[in-house]
């Protein structure tokens, strides 16, 4: 991206004694090792050399990234580029999938999330997913929230889990528009307010990391609007890490950004120096248009 000096100069007709200014040099496309600061002084999450396969076909190759406390990490990329595959390697996600094969290390604040021994659905309530389309339970709005901390034992007796749901709805930014139809159809609200429910119910077991597959993809501006809201809420109790299309949303909600390609993280660092000086060939080529 030019500045303001190199245009005028490149504007007019060129003197001996101009001198143009040196533009920085970008790194280019046919280097993929990861530009940028992946580490962060204190994760809560932190992955090291992650390869993922579906059967012989390599998908996600040698990525390491932090992820830190109280942060929004926006991931972005091509469609197909690895993102939500990556994504979902942070809960284990990839477990149902019965060719999916990860390799490297992905610890939840020092802890091996892939060790035989850790159980995968305490994991899941700790690193909670909300995903592109809201799918909330054939269950009432009060039975999509109380369902998790119920099975999880969270809730002593009737006056805790109304509690707990009542809390969650309110911080998912819904209890005002719900609490006189409780006991309707969760999947009778509308879209927005299905996707706020998912992350009602998401947060109702109290996780440590939230994770977001185009939350918003499904939403028209005004929902949209209010799940941006409610990110930058959640993300003073909460770490979150969301995949976005929309370069505009992870400029808006994301405290840090990462930039993959063709299953390689490209780049990292944060979102403001991301979006106005890119180091990467590639990370300028996708966010000014050129391809993607």
Same mark, same amino acid.
């Given at each position: 991206?030019?500045?303001?000096?190199?245009?005028?100069?490149?504007?007019?007709?060129?003197?001996?004694?101009?001198?143009?200014?040196?533009?920085?040099?970008?790194i280019q496309d046919?280097?993929?090792?990861?530009?940028?600061?992946?580490?962060?002084?204190?994760?809560?999450?932190?992955?090291?050399?992650?390869?993922?396969?579906?059967?012989?076909?390599?998908?996600?190759?040698?990525?390491?990234?932090?992820?830190?406390?109280?942060?929004?990490?926006?991931?972005?990329?091509?469609?197909?580029?690895?993102?939500?595959t990556f994504l979902?390697?942070?809960?284990?996600? !990839?477990?149902?999938?019965?060719?999916?094969?990860?390799?490297?290390?992905?610890?939840?604040?020092?802890?091996?999330?892939?060790?035989?021994?850790?159980?995968?659905?305490?994991? *899941?309530?700790?690193?909670?997913?909300? $995903?592109?389309?809201?799918?909330?339970?054939?269950?009432?709005?009060?039975?999509?929230v109380a369902y998790?901390?119920?099975?999880?034992?969270?809730?002593? !007796?009737?006056?805790?889990?109304?509690?707990?749901?009542?809390?969650?709805?309110?911080?998912?930014?819904?209890?005002?528009?719900?609490?006189?139809?409780?006991?309707?159809?969760?999947?009778?609200?509308?879209?927005?307010?299905?996707?706020?429910?998912?992350?009602?119910?998401?947060?109702?077991? !109290?996780?440590?990391?939230?994770?977001?597959?185009?939350?918003?993809?499904?939403?028209?501006?005004?929902?949209?609007? *209010?799940?941006?809201?409610?990110?930058?809420?959640?993300?003073? !109790?909460?770490?979150?890490?969301?995949?976005?299309?929309?370069?505009?949303?992870?400029?808006?909600?994301?405290?840090?950004?990462?930039? $993959?390609?063709?299953?390689?993280?490209?780049?990292?660092?944060?979102?403001?120096?991301?979006?106005?000086?890119?180091?990467?060939?590639?990370?300028?080529?996708?966010?000014?248009? *050129? $391809?993607?």
């Open positions: 991206m030019l500045n303001q000096k190199q245009a005028v100069l490149l504007e007019r007709p060129a003197k001996t004694n101009d001198v143009l200014p040196s533009a920085p040099v970008k046919t280097d993929t090792k990861t530009v940028g600061q992946v580490t962060v002084d204190k994760p809560i999450m932190t992955t090291r050399n992650v390869d993922v396969y579906y059967d012989d076909k390599q998908a996600i190759r040698n990525v390491s990234i932090d992820i830190a406390y109280n942060e929004v990490l926006s991931m972005i990329g091509p469609s197909g580029c690895g993102k939500s979902r390697c942070l809960n284990r996600m !990839n477990d149902t999938i019965e060719s999916a094969r990860v390799t490297g290390s992905i610890e939840l604040e020092g802890h091996d999330i892939y060790d035989k021994k850790t159980d995968v659905v305490t994991l *899941r309530a700790r690193v909670g997913m909300v $995903f592109q389309k809201p799918n909330p339970f054939p269950k009432s709005v009060y039975e999509n998790g901390p119920r099975i999880h034992g969270l809730a002593r !007796n009737q006056s805790e889990l109304d509690e707990i749901v009542e809390t969650s709805l309110r911080r998912a930014g819904l209890w005002d528009e719900v609490k006189d139809r409780l006991r309707e159809p969760g999947t009778g609200l509308s879209g927005g307010q299905q996707q706020r429910l998912c992350i009602a119910r998401c947060i109702a077991v !109290n996780p440590d990391v939230i994770l977001m597959d185009e939350p918003c993809s499904a939403l028209d501006p005004i929902a949209t609007a *209010r799940i941006e809201e409610l990110i930058d809420e959640l993300r003073q !109790n909460y770490s979150i890490v969301i995949v976005t299309h929309s370069m505009q949303q992870a400029a808006r909600v994301s405290q840090r950004t990462a930039y $993959f390609h063709l299953g390689d993280l490209i780049e990292v660092g944060e979102t403001s120096i991301i979006f106005t000086n890119p180091q990467h060939k590639l990370t300028e080529d996708y966010l000014t248009g *050129r $391809f993607g």
